[in-house]
């Protein structure tokens, strides 16, 4: 059981390069959900998914795309790198709202670095 | 906007102390609220999530408290040990599917 795991764990990138960040979980949870994380902003949601085939923006979606056309991948895509995107990326899974009360499992995270 | 805010922002304290930090966190449209600690390098993991107005959770020497009428969630640290030395975040859970997290609480406890 790994759990939630994310490739890669570190990137490059220069800018105006594209890439995707691919989530994997194996805990068949519904939502899934990606967060950037910055020094001194804390875990900033950037899209979420409350199912397969389904997204949803969070609170800082621009320059981002996501697609979930399995449950238990989450991808996030960067098509035009900016070094504002230079972040660590969380990916995080929850089961369905209930006794759990959305408790999340965070992935290892992924360092990208865009110059 | 929903704000989450946690004080203090970091924290040193001696190896023996007993410590704790707040999360003030809207007190409408109230679901959960959830306490994670994150250490350096790896990735955040759940410690607490409360869901009623008095709770009180405890794991070891680490408890929280939760008042929702007034918004504010306190996590205590009895003993702290160099061990203890993370990021302690918070998150409130509203009506929606998503958490908003806090910046959080550095704790660093000296030998």
């Given at each position: 059981n790994a759990g939630v795991t994310q490739t890669p764990k570190f990137r490059v990138l220069k800018t105006g390069q594209s890439m995707t960040l691919l989530?994997?979980?194996d805990m068949n949870h519904?939502?899934?959900?990606?967060?950037?994380?910055?020094?001194g902003?804390?875990?900033?949601?950037?899209?979420?998914?409350?199912?397969?085939?389904?997204?949803?923006?969070?609170?800082?979606?621009?320059?981002?795309?996501?697609?979930?056309?399995?449950?238990?991948?989450?991808?996030?895509?960067l098509e035009s790198a900016a070094p504002s995107q230079t972040s660590v990326y969380f990916c995080a899974s929850s089961a369905s709202r209930g006794a759990s009360a959305n408790e999340q499992f965070f992935g290892p995270g992924t360092r990208l670095t865009v110059l | 906007i929903?704000?989450?805010?946690?004080?203090?922002?970091?924290?040193?304290?001696?190896?023996?102390?007993?410590?704790?930090?707040?999360?003030s966190f809207p007190s409408s449209n109230f679901y959960a609220l959830h306490w994670y600690r994150w250490e350096t390098a790896k990735s955040p993991e759940a410690l607490f999530v409360m869901t009623l107005n008095g709770d009180e959770k405890k794991k070891g020497r680490?408890?929280?408290t939760l008042n929702?009428?007034?918004?504010?969630?306190?996590?205590?640290?009895?003993?702290?040990?160099?061990?203890?030395?993370?990021?302690?975040?918070?998150?409130?859970?509203?009506?929606?599917?998503?958490?908003?997290?806090?910046?959080?609480?550095?704790?660093?406890?000296?030998?």
């Open positions: 989530c994997a979980q519904e939502y899934m959900y990606w967060y950037r994380q910055d020094p902003m804390g875990l900033r949601l950037i899209h979420y998914s409350v199912g397969e085939g389904t997204t949803a923006k969070g609170e800082v979606p621009d320059g981002y795309n996501v697609s979930r056309l399995k449950k238990q991948n989450f991808l996030l895509g | 929903l704000n989450v805010e946690q004080s203090p922002q970091s924290l040193h304290v001696q190896e023996g102390d007993s410590t704790n930090f707040t999360c680490i408890s929280a929702t009428k007034e918004g504010y969630s306190y996590l205590y640290i009895k003993g702290s040990q160099p061990e203890d030395s993370a990021t302690y975040l918070c998150a409130f859970g509203g009506a929606t599917n998503k958490l908003i997290f806090g910046t959080g609480t550095l704790l660093a406890v000296q030998p």
